[in-house]
């Protein structure tokens, strides 16, 4: 733990990362003594912490919010054959997926207390990137050949969880969102 409370993981991989955390968690569900810890050390020397993660489930409940928010706002792509193996991951945990965890983006997380989903495209086949808690987390997936957005399109859903709202943004509302600035501030910030 650092100072101001965080947990800093030292790991060669994420995954490595993941499973030490997994690993952690599963560990503290049961009541377990340790004996390193002195009966004069604590009043009560249990550790104990209420839930537990599994990190294959969170990949399939992430995958399987994009893949709804995926349908929902472009119901055409609804049967396409590129989506059987993620469906078949969410539902049955079989198949794979091509991702994992990422690194908040300045740009794509510019907007403070929401969650993000951002669809983009390269080369035939579409990346949907799930942003939880204004980039605190993210994670992104491929979904290989599925061309859904062209070359230097893309959608953002915006949901801010505080009020209870969603934005649905393509490209031109996307680089529209961002505040530009004045002639007056351009000459202070370049100076």
Do not use: C
């Not at 990949?59 to 078949?88: M, S």
């Not at 997926?97 to 390269?122: A, C, L, M, Y």
């Not at 859904?148 to 399109?153: I, M, Q």
């Amino acid at each position: 733990m650092d100072d101001e409370g965080k947990l800093k993981v030292r790991a060669r991989t994420i995954v490595e990362a993941e499973v030490f955390l997994e690993d952690l968690l599963n560990d503290t569900l049961i009541n377990n003594s340790y004996g390193s810890f002195k009966d004069y050390d604590l009043s009560s020397p249990i550790v104990h912490v209420g839930f537990s993660f599994d990190g294959v489930k969170m990949e399939r409940a992430l995958i399987k919010i994009g893949i709804n928010a995926l349908i929902h706002y472009f119901p055409q792509v609804k049967g396409h054959r590129a989506l059987t193996p993620y469906i078949n991951y969410v539902l049955l945990g079989t198949d794979g997926f091509r991702g994992g965890i990422e690194k908040k983006d300045q740009i794509i997380n510019t907007v403070p207390d929401t969650h993000t989903v951002f669809f983009s495209s390269w080369q035939g086949n579409l990346r949907i990137r799930i942003s939880l808690f204004g980039g605190s987390f993210v994670f992104a997936f491929w979904v290989e050949q599925l061309p859904l957005v062209g070359y230097s399109e893309y959608y953002r859903l915006i949901i801010d969880y505080r009020l209870r709202q969603h934005v649905f943004q393509d490209t031109a509302a996307f680089l529209n969102s961002f505040p530009i600035k004045s002639d007056k501030e351009k000459t202070v910030s370049n100076s």
